[in-house]
């Protein structure tokens, strides 16, 4: 089934954080990007199960971040941006723009996209939100579905993803 992220990590060597460090400190050279510190790391699991580490610095003069995926995915994160881009018809809601992109490679052993720096606050807070929150939250979730996301902007790899009974009761299975 596409797209089960942890059983993909599962199947990958673990890296020790020198192995990491390597790999970022390559992905940075190639993208031309001067950093300015780490945001986040997307761990499945364990410290040595780091699929996504993500940068904020600049490239070419602008703010920007580096997203540098570790691990094959199965969308490219551009790909997944320019897809929702071109059904995107609000005003409010817009992806970041793409500054630069290379695909993951097996041989490299990642892949980047550089993107524009948003320097908007959260909506939410965690743990809990408070009154501006939550109606902040629910007015962009209106936003969302009613003008950001009209309808689904990637085709289906299989037959059975088109259904979304189908879907849940395979991701189900899956689980169990």
Known sequence: MANIISEKFLSYQDRTEAEILALVERAVERADFVSTGEIWRGRVYTTAKTGTVILSGTWQ???AVLKIQLLP???????????????N???????????????????????????EAIGAEPIYCPPFADTVQRVAYADFLTEFYANAV???FLQAR???????????????????
Not at 91 to 106: E, G
Not at 162 to 176: A, G, H, M
């Open 89 to 115: 018809s609000s005003c409010l809601i817009r992806a970041p723009k793409i500054y630069s992109h290379q695909a993951f490679s097996l041989k490299e052993q990642f892949g980047f996209t550089v993107m």
């Open 150 to 152: 009209r309808r689904p």
């Open 73 to 87: 995915l199965e969308h490219e994160e551009a790909d997944l941006i320019r897809a929702f881009t071109l059904q």
């Open 158 to 176: 299989e037959p059975f993803e088109r259904s979304t009974e189908v879907f849940l009761l395979k991701r189900l299975d899956s689980w169990i």
């Open 61 to 63: 003069g602008r703010e």
